[in-house]
């Protein structure tokens, strides 16, 4: 949590030269205290550390300014819906609605209102693209498609046939969300669906949907200099190693795509996977299909969001080929600010971090007994995660306040990580340190992780984040405790045990 609030900062510092977004409105018919929650992505990531709230006053009035670099989507969040927005430097956008009716009833002004009003007659402002005449469970892939593409074309002639144009960033940046809309709604059916899990809710199967989406990637120009900006084609490339990936169904279908995207023997890829982990097949695979400002761009974002994730798998090493390649990228200011805490979190000369203690010989440890002997006498809040969990990571960012709550207490911070990917002991220290996590540290052999698997009988697996209290006489107390981004109600827990 220290380094990330240094990055914060130091993107703050970086930044404040940049004209500023002023962006304003009034919801009628809210409740006293609420609130709309403001997101400026790096490209089509949404991170909630980042989203800001801004209160309504008494009359549902709002108003906050927005450093921007570049003309780019913001998000806006009221009422679990989203707006997506359509922001310039230096301009203003402001909206009245409804609650009630919210977003339905939303009508824009100011300097961008006419751009986000055309945007919102195409659909975009809901993340839509037209009226959909499908039903996202029941209808057939390539009707799904078909569908998408003639919506396009539509939504093309519109654009064309606008009276007020607007600045070329918004017209390249509406163009591409139109162009590559089709692509980009197929994966969102395709999370909403499950459609690569056992539950997949589409009528269709995994084959049908594969088959759709090589359709849909076969028709768009994944190089385009001119989407750069636009929020459709930001998630086809994102999602483009797993587009290669799910192209095949089997081992035997996947070989010929790597040694495709490698250019080299399976066998040599295999070894190489297994040391440097699934980011460098992302890596590997945004070079093989991209090329120019595209490729530029999606390397720069690649490092940026393993930064803003915490996923920290193989990046030194693209960190490192990116400057070599690149060492005039307009991007790369950017990446460097992003990746000094990390550099400092792998510099144990410049990162003393002395209330942090990793536990050697972790194969001793073969239950909570022998791990927390010498914590007798005071509460223990054990932490199940993993480098590679997402969700595990995002909680660390509430640990901070957590801590605080508890300072001068008698209780402590057990983490107890399971990795199983390339370089784990790497991957384990390099998290901890990144993330600043003080407490006591133990990487779990294979005797601690079936005997945490053994504390929850009802469950397949082990779910990461788990968590545990365990009170002062060394006695479990639940195996469900609450998150740290519960905040009061886990520190009622804890309490309780004082």
């Known amino acids: 949590m220290f ?48 989203s800001v709230p801004v209160s309504l006053d008494a009359k549902g009035h709002f108003s906050t300014r927005l450093t921007l670099t570049k003309a780019q989507i913001i998000f806006l969040d009221y009422a679990g819906k989203r ?60 009707l799904i498609l078909r569908a998408l593409q003639t919506q396009q074309q539509t939504g093309l002639s519109l654009l064309k046939q606008q009276p007020k144009k607007g600045s070329l960033a918004f017209q390249q940046m509406t163009q591409a969300d139109i162009t590559y809309f089709a692509v980009s709604k197929l994966w969102d059916l395709i999370w909403q669906n499950g459609v690569w899990t056992q539950k997949n809710k589409s009528v269709y199967d995994r084959s049908a949907w594969q088959q759709t989406l090589i359709t849909a990637y076969q028709r768009v120009d994944l190089s385009n200099p001119l989407a750069l900006s636009s929020y459709a084609y930001q998630q ?33 890829i295999n070894q190489e996977m297994k040391q440097k982990g699934e980011r460098y097949w992302v890596y590997s695979a945004l070079q093989y299909g991209l090329q120019g400002r595209a490729l530029e761009r999606a390397l720069a974002s690649f490092l940026i969001n393993g930064i ?4 920290l798998a193989y990046q030194l090493e693209a ?26 979190s792998i510099d144990p000369a410049a990162n003393p971090q002395a209330d942090i203690q990793l536990l050697a010989n972790s194969a001793r440890f073969v239950n909570l007994d022998s791990l927390l ?10 932490d199940i995660w993993g480098s590679w969990c997402g969700p595990c990571r995002q909680e660390f960012t509430y640990n901070r306040a957590l801590k605080e709550r508890f300072k001068n207490k008698p209780v402590d911070f057990v983490y107890v990580a399971v990795e199983h990917g390339a370089q784990p002991e ?46 002062a006489l060394g006695r479990i107390t639940t195996v469900e405790a609450n998150r740290p981004s519960q905040k009061e109600a886990l520190y009622h827990q804890i309490e309780s045990l004082l």
């Open 3 to 50: 380094f990330r609030m240094i990055l914060f900062s130091a993107w703050l510092a970086s930044h404040s030269l940049h004209a500023q977004l002023t962006l304003s409105g009034q919801i009628e018919g809210t409740k006293p205290g609420a609130s709309v929650s403001v997101n400026v992505p790096y490209d089509c990531y949404y991170y909630p550390q980042n």
């Open 83 to 142: 707006l997506y927005l359509y922001a310039q430097p230096g301009r203003s956008v402001s909206l009245t609605a409804h609650a009630q009716s919210w977003p339905g009833t939303v009508r824009f002004s100011g300097e961008l209102g006419a751009e986000n009003a055309f945007r919102q007659r195409l659909g975009l402002t809901m993340n839509q693209l037209g009226k959909p005449t499908w039903n996202d469970s029941l209808s057939d892939p390539q």
């Open 236 to 268: 086809i490339i994102t999602y483009y190693p797993r587009y290669l990936q799910h192209q095949a169904s089997t081992k035997d279908e996947f070989v010929p795509i790597a040694e495709r995207v490698f250019g080299k023997p399976f066998a040599q």
């Open 308 to 311: 803003e994730q915490g996923d």
């Open 319 to 344: 960190y490192t080929d990116f400057k070599q390649r690149f060492p005039q990228s307009p991007y790369l200011p950017d990446v460097q600010q992003y990746m000094k805490p990390y550099l400092a």
């Open 373 to 382: 002997a010498t914590h007798r006498g005071r509460v223990v809040y054990v």
């Open 426 to 471: 790497k991957r384990w220290r390099e998290a901890i340190h990144f993330y600043g996590i003080t407490g006591q540290h133990v990487l779990a052999g294979s005797d601690l992780e079936a005997y945490l698997r053994g504390l929850y009988p009802e469950q397949d697996n082990l779910r990461f984040p788990s968590y545990i209290l365990v009170d």
